[in-house]
């Protein structure tokens, strides 16, 4: 019975050791990092990666986009802030639109120095009356 709790205790202070010298060592983290860049590499024969990060489109065949909602305040009382007085403001909105960015003209330089040339085309639809707005 005592042989067996110092197995125990010797197996406790050995797995304690090495999970101390993989904390300070941060293997972990450059375990996920190397799993991280070699399967997010943005280059053309990762096909699966770079096609959804030249035009991201969802499972249903929609283009994928961010959506913003804004708010402005519109002053009710300008004649009175010039004597002095405190304003009042009115919210006005939401005004929402989603963004939607498309990258075009891409061209990398020598692999392993990551950097890479782009233009971004964003289309802007305003959730309000349907109407675009393009930008270059």
Request: charge should be positive.
């Amino acid at each position: 019975m005592l042989k067996l709790f110092w197995t125990i205790v010797t197996i406790s202070i050995a797995l304690l050791i090495l999970s101390f010298i993989l904390y300070v060592g941060n293997v972990g983290e450059n375990v996920r990092n190397s799993i991280i860049s070699s399967k997010f590499r943005l280059w053309q024969n990762n096909t699966d990666f770079y096609t959804s990060w030249l035009q991201p489109i969802g499972p249903n065949g929609q283009p994928i986009g961010s959506e913003y909602d804004f708010y402005l305040w519109n002053i009710t009382n300008p004649a009175e802030i010039l004597q002095g007085q405190k304003p009042r403001l009115q919210e006005v909105g939401p005004f929402c639109y989603m963004n939607y960015n498309i990258h075009v003209n891409v061209s990398s330089t020598e692999r392993g120095t990551g950097i890479v040339t782009k233009r971004t085309l964003q289309t802007l639809k305003l959730s309000g009356p349907e109407f675009f707005l393009r930008f270059l």
